[in-house]
Nanobody, 127 residues
């Protein structure tokens, strides 16, 4: 069992930045690919970024250059720095620990049936 707890969402105007965080047990980083997903109302869940067990970061194409996934190894916290946010990126953001390589995660996505998922943190971007 891997317990994931997200925080750090909030409201921001378009063009602004947020950095949600995810508390995860230390062993999760050496066992799973850690990833951030998001789900807007009425839309399917989609991947934002992934961090492989070796620390390599992977991004969905539309997030490259604006999003940065990272971890604080001392605190076992996963971050998603999001810059230049757009109103269409309003969504619930989820942290996940999944048993797939990061490349597969960002290109094919992952069903919620696999791995472990947090409860999410809401991000609202206003125009």
């Amino acid at each position: 069992q891997v317990r994931l707890v997200e925080s750090g969402g909030g409201s921001v105007q378009a063009g602004g930045s947020l950095r949600p965080s995810c508390e995860a047990p230390g062993y999760a980083y050496s066992t799973y690919t850690m990833a951030w997903f998001r789900q807007a109302p009425g839309k399917e869940r989609e991947v934002a970024a992934a961090l492989d067990k070796d620390g390599s970061a992977r991004y969905a194409d539309s997030r490259k250059g604006r999003f940065t996934i990272s971890k604080d190894s001392d605190k076992n916290i996963l971050y998603l720095q999001m810059n230049s946010l757009k109103p269409g990126e309003t969504a619930m953001y989820y942290c996940a620990a999944v048993p797939f390589d990061g490349d597969l995660v960002v290109t094919a996505g992952v069903s919620e049936a696999f791995g472990y998922w947090g409860q999410g943190t809401q991000v609202t971007v206003s125009s």
